[in-house]
Each structure stands twice: as C-alpha cells, then as structure tokens.
C-alpha cells in the first residue's frame, strides 16, 4: 500500500517568513495530493489539493508542487502569519479506493509574532 | 446539515466496555468515511462507505471493530470490549459521492479507555 513520509515534524518560523513542509510517497499510482490545516481541538480542513497532471497550485499565500519522477510534494506558505500556527497534514490517495488516503504523521508549525 | 456532526465529543469508558460513536454526514454526501488520529500521529483510515454498504472494511484493526450506516446518512462505528489501545480521536469525514475525494472532516470523538 501506499507510505506517506512527511518533514519536518515540528516548524518554528518568524511571522512574515516562509514556510516549507515536504513530502514523498511511495505509489507511483497516487494522482491526488491534499493538505489538510488542523487547529489545536478543531477538525482537519483541507487548505489546498493538486492532481498528477498539474505541477504547481496556489491560493494566495499557499501554494502546493509536485515532483511525480521523484514522488514528492511540497506546501508552501509565504507571508506567514501568527493565525497559521497549527499541523499540517499532507496526503496520497490509493487509486481505486476512493476517499482512502494515507496520512503523512504531520508539521507542527508555529509562526512567532 | 452544515457540516459533518460527531457525537459525542468525548467519551471516557472502563477496559472492556463497549462503545458506540455515531457519525452525521453533510446533507447529500454520498460517501462516508471513519479515520482514527492517535496522539501526535496522523490520521489511520478505517472503513469507507458508499451509500449503506461497506466496499472497504480494510483498516479495521480487529474484529472488535464494526460499523454500519442507515438510510444513506447516520453511521456508527462500535468498538467492542474496549482496550487501553483504542484511546484515540475518531474522525468521520464525508464526500460528495465516491469519486470526490475532498473530505469534509467532522471535529471526532476523543475516546479515553482507562
């Protein structure tokens, strides 16, 4: 089945900077690539998704790309902003088996004011 | 509704009881979807449905695990004689239909065996 790997596992940036959260999977057959934000106590939202046919994504500060040679993909936050602090979940999808995805163990991001 | 509804939000039972976590989807969303989050890890996938029935029961860890859902909607997940191991957060999730894959997460039940 599919292996999610994810890095670093905890993030501590300056209110302003970049942030970059990695990561590499294991099936070359994945085509669905979501991140989820999960705020201390709340749900998982999903912040933003790419599919193998595009290479690069973004909504506003965030952005997604995805290396399908080399099986990784990266979020990045730009403009980082105290209210960005929490995990961060990346995600591949088992073709064929809709909805299941593997979870990559997760970031901890804390953006200091 | 407005969003995917758990109940209840925390639930603290003794070894070897049973539980019952129930699970209200999005109004419309076809497919259902049952995720286990364990202290600082990620998310485990557990059983999908679509509709009534269960295509993919794979990641039940044990046979102590079920869960059902009626009429398209509600679902219960149950774990039976409850061991230490299980004290977890159950996240229900639901999409639109089996070929969304965007997952609209309910805020889970925090499971506590002592």
């Known amino acids: 089945g599919e292996n999610v790997e994810q890095h670093p596992s905890t993030l501590s940036v300056q209110e302003g900077d970049s942030a970059v959260i990695k990561c590499t999977y294991s099936?070359?057959?994945?085509?669905?690539f979501p991140w989820y934000k999960q705020e201390l106590g709340k749900r998982p939202q999903l912040i933003i998704d790419?599919?193998?046919?595009?290479g690069e994504k973004k909504d506003q500060r965030i952005a997604v790309t995805l290396n399908k040679t080399a099986k990784h993909f990266s979020l990045h936050i730009t403009e980082t902003q105290p209210e960005d602090s929490a995990v961060y979940f990346c995600a591949a999808n088992q073709v064929g088996s809709y909805g299941k995805l593997t979870f990559g163990q997760g970031t901890i991001l804390t953006v200091h004011p | 509704g407005a969003g995917v509804s758990q109940s209840p939000s925390n639930k603290v039972t003794e070894k070897g009881k049973d539980v019952e976590l129930r699970c209200d989807p999005i109004s419309g969303h076809t497919a259902l979807y049952w995720y286990r989050q364990s202290l600082g890890q990620g998310l485990e996938f557990l059983i999908y449905?679509?509709?009534?029935?269960?295509?993919?029961k794979s990641g039940l860890p044990s046979d102590r695990f079920s869960a059902e859902r009626t009429g398209g909607s509600v679902s219960t997940l149950t774990i039976q004689r409850t061991q230490q191991e299980d004290s977890a957060v159950y996240l229900c999730?639901?999409?639109?239909?089996?070929?969304?894959?965007?997952?609209?997460f309910g805020s889970g039940t925090q499971l506590s065996v002592l």
């Open positions: 099936d070359s057959a994945s085509n669905y």
């Open positions: 449905f679509q509709g009534n029935s269960a295509p993919d």
């Open positions: 999730a639901s999409s639109r239909d089996r070929v969304d894959e965007k997952l609209f």
């Open positions: 790419i599919r193998s046919n595009v």
